[in-house]
């Protein structure tokens, strides 16, 4: 990379060859609140299990920055051969990309594979080391002759780095909960204007009225028992949604041994036997929700164990938000707001950047009034 020569940056196959002390201590630094998917932990179960390698489409080539030999930061980092499990969509750049003979694939993604949460990519206990990241990505692409490199569901601030360093930003959309001062469940209704107070205890009743007993599992109550009965679940949404899972059985297992204090699973039972779940990930402000599964139909449960069940908890835990995941209008009359996500785009071919660049101003504008329409239909008091 250009600059002094005390400074390195290169990309590796395996966050192995980084360690975990010296990832760790880049992702999640002291005084920092805690992201468990860019834990070294978190990450290193995806390698190590097998649900994340070359044979998948997505073989990892994660950013190290060292200075004198001393890593200052670390970026996750993958060669792509497809564009699945994203949840950022960039089939159409791809089309439009080969459409003009060039050759979209492979391309270098930084993201936290299968996982559309927002979070920290540029990994650094430093502000100038997550300022060198945002400006070698482009370099390291260059040299290794790629069309692109993308970053997904980066923090707001990384955003801004980003834009600085060549990238475009590209904006989504997802419903988050916050808390505003609620304290507990019954706070959070009071909140709720008359109707949707009404509907979502009608929704909750409907569920308990089936017979359905909810528990919430973490830390040494997550056995192989429950990791077996949520691996059903896992299995069947995948096949609905995906044609296949992509987690492997064995990654469930390698998180729950070294992460169980940072999991959270959400089942629910019915004559003792578990016939849905969903699995969270506990940070330090923030839980998120991904996985879910059922077995049975019981009406509403999906929206008892997914969205009231993880509001609830995270107001009994004192956490401010709940990521329920990608997609979802129907969030909104449940108490989860309309929110931007962001993602960044640097590419090699100048001419092709300035056309995305044209259509990215125009999506950005009918993202934000899309978010500024349904921010009126959120089911709370109006304030006078």
Request: negative net charge; hydrophobic residues 40%; charged residues 25%.
């Amino acid at each position: 990379m250009d600059g002094s020569a005390a400074l390195t940056a290169e990309t590796v196959p395996s966050i192995d060859e980084i360690g975990k002390a010296a990832w760790d201590a880049q992702a999640n630094p002291e005084g920092r609140p805690f992201h468990p998917f860019v834990a070294y932990d978190f990450l290193h179960a995806l390698e190590e299990s097998g649900s994340v390698k070359p044979e998948t489409g997505w073989a990892p080539r994660h950013l190290v920055l060292k200075r004198d030999g001393e890593v200052i930061g670390v970026q996750p980092a993958y060669l792509k051969g497809h564009s699945q499990g994203e949840y950022v969509f960039d089939h159409a750049f791809a089309d439009a990309y080969r459409r003009a003979g060039g050759r979209y694939y492979p391309k270098l993604l930084s993201a936290v594979p299968f996982t559309p949460a927002t979070g920290p990519r540029l990994l650094s206990a430093t502000e100038e080391g997550r300022e060198l990241l945002a400006s070698v990505g482009p370099q390291v692409a260059d040299q290794l002759s790629l069309s692109t490199f993308a970053v997904n569901f980066p923090e707001p601030a990384e955003k801004d780095l980003l834009e600085a360093s060549s990238y475009l930003i590209r904006s989504g959309q997802q419903y988050h909960f916050r808390d505003a001062g609620y304290g507990d469940w019954q706070g959070f209704l009071g909140a709720l204007n008359a109707r949707h107070r009404k509907s979502l205890r009608k929704e909750r009743e409907a569920v308990a009225s089936c017979g359905v007993d909810i528990r919430w599992l973490t830390g040494s109550d997550v056995t192989e028992d429950v990791l077996d009965a949520f691996w059903t679940f896992y299995q069947d949404t995948g096949e609905r949604k995906w044609g296949s899972p992509y987690l492997t059985r064995s990654f469930f297992s390698l998180l729950t041994e070294r992460m169980a204090d940072r999991l959270l699973f959400i089942m629910a039972y019915r004559n003792g036997r578990p016939i849905a779940g969903a699995m969270n990930l506990i940070g330090d402000e923030t839980l998120y929700g991904r996985y879910w599964g059922r077995t049975e139909h019981v009406p509403f449960l999906h929206f008892e164990v997914c969205y009231y069940q993880a509001i609830d908890f995270a107001l009994s835990r004192g956490l401010s938000r709940v990521e329920a995941g990608a997609q979802g209008e129907h969030k909104v009359a449940r108490g989860y707001a309309p929110v931007a996500t962001y993602s960044a785009h640097w590419f090699r071919d100048a001419n092709f950047r300035e056309a995305v660049a044209h259509y990215l101003a125009h999506e950005r504008e009918a993202v934000d009034e899309e978010i500024a329409y349904l921010s009126e239909f959120t089911p709370f008091k109006r304030k006078e």
